[in-house]
């Protein structure tokens, strides 16, 4: 079983939409929850980050950790164009990160 | 701006010759560097963990004298590809982190490696 699990998509959107994107962990270890945004060609770049359960809110970006469930989600509203990209989970427990493999986004306009 | 620079961001070389892939962290000191190779829709594989001053960590399955790794100093690491070989081509992807930051990674913007 993989650390973390993540649905590749692709997911398609029209502008505007909410979108929901989510992993599943195994290891009740982790702490720490990242979202980063990676562009094609380009380093992922960390979007958000949570430490143990709860919601967090950046803009139009909210994540929440669901230790109990061991889900996590990062949710766009009034998604844009510019939000095309894929989305990797991450975890932390200790000096190592685990990664989902990524859910590629299309908005369209 | 970018915390983390990696260069090259694009190389194409022929088989047999190897190539270096540098990174650098811009504002603050890290003595640990993660490498990570990326194949197309999936996601990072961490390769090496490069220690500043000793010798890197390798994950099972990677081949230490085909990916030389080197942390001379607080603010540098290099990756060789040593012999490559058209396999060897991916998507190489470097991170560091502040020390005593345990949430956050920085990463480099990758460098597409393509051996012909």
């Known amino acids: 079983q993989k650390e973390v699990e993540q649905d590749p998509g692709p997911l398609s959107v029209p502008e505007g939409a909410i979108v929901s994107l989510n992993c599943t962990y195994s290891?009740?270890?982790?702490?720490?929850f990242m979202w980063y945004r990676q562009y094609s060609r380009k380093g992922p770049e960390l979007l958000m980050y949570?430490?143990?359960?709860g919601n967090k809110e950046d803009g139009r970006f909210t994540a929440q950790v669901d230790k109990s469930s061991k889900y996590i989600s990062l949710f766009i509203r009034d998604s844009q164009p510019s939000d095309s990209a894929t989305y990797l989970c991450a975890m932390s427990a200790g000096n190592q990160f685990y990664f989902g493999t990524g859910t590629s986004l299309t908005v369209i306009p | 701006g970018a915390v983390v620079s990696q260069h090259p961001s694009r190389v194409i070389c022929k088989s047999g010759t190897s190539v270096k892939i540098e990174c650098r962290s811009l504002?603050?000191?890290?003595?640990?560097m993660f490498w990570y190779r990326q194949f197309p829709k999936q996601s990072l594989m961490l390769m090496a963990t490069?220690?500043?001053?000793?010798?890197?960590?390798?994950e099972q399955g990677v081949e230490k004298d085909k990916f030389l790794i080197n942390h001379a100093s607080l603010t540098l690491s290099t990756l060789t590809v040593t012999s490559a070989h058209p396999e060897d081509s991916s998507f190489y992807i470097c991170?560091?982190?502040?020390?005593?930051?345990?949430?956050?990674?920085?990463f480099g913007q990758g460098t597409r490696l393509t051996v012909v």
């Open positions: 490069s220690n500043e001053g000793s010798k890197a960590t390798y």
């Open positions: 504002d603050f000191q890290a003595t640990t």
């Open positions: 949570t430490y143990s359960s």
């Open positions: 290891n009740s270890a982790f702490q720490y």
């Open positions: 991170s560091a982190r502040r020390p005593g930051w345990d949430t956050e990674a920085f």
